[in-house]
C-alpha cells in the first residue's frame, strides 16, 4: 500500500489554490505568493518565539505555542544514578574538539525544556479526527546549512537566559 504524502511544498499549495483560476479575477504569481508566505511565516515564528506569544490557526484549527516542560528523572533503585539525563551533544562536541580526545559526556543541567506545541484541546480545535492528526516544527538543514524552527528556539533560547520565562510553564509529575 502506498502511502500518502503527509505535507505540500509552497508551490504544490499554489497550484492547488489556483486550479481553478479562471474563477479567480487577479491570481497572484507564485513568486509574490511565495514572498506573502515567507513573510508571514518569518513574523509567526519571531512572535512565538522571541514575544513568547501563541499563533490561532483560525476555524477551529487549534493554537501553536511553546512550552516550558519539567524534566523528570529516573533513579535507577539499585545503583541510585539517574538514568535518563539527555545529553547536550554541543557542549559535548566543543569540549571534545577542546580537548583533542572523545571522553566525556556532557548533560543537560536546567530542570525544563521547551518544545513547540498544538493545542488541540479545550474546544479549540474542532477537526474530525484532529488525534491522527501531528504538528511537526522544521528541523535544521545541514546541506543549506539553515536553522529550522526548532533550531530558531534552541539558539533562541540558548542565547537569552530570561526567555523561558515567556512561554506556558507545564508541570510534569513523578514518572
Known sequence: MKKEKQSL??????????????????????????????????????????????LNMGHRLGHIKILKIDRVYRINKDTGKITNRKVDWKKTTEHWKKTGERKGLIFFSDDWYVKWNWDRRGGKCRVAGSSIYSFKPTHNSSRRKKLGTKGLLADAVSNDPNLHLKYEYIKRNEV
Not at 14 to 20: A, G, I, L, P, V
Not at 31 to 36: D, G, V
Open 9 to 54: 511544498t509552497a508551490k504544490e499549495a499554489y497550484k492547488y489554490f489556483y486550479k481553478d483560476s479562471d474563477k479567480v479575477k487577479n491570481p497572484l504569481d507564485y513568486e509574490t505568493y511565495r514572498l506573502i508566505l515567507e513573510k508571514f511565516m518569518n513574523y509567526a515564528i519571531d512572535e512565538i518565539i522571541y514575544e513568547g506569544n501563541t
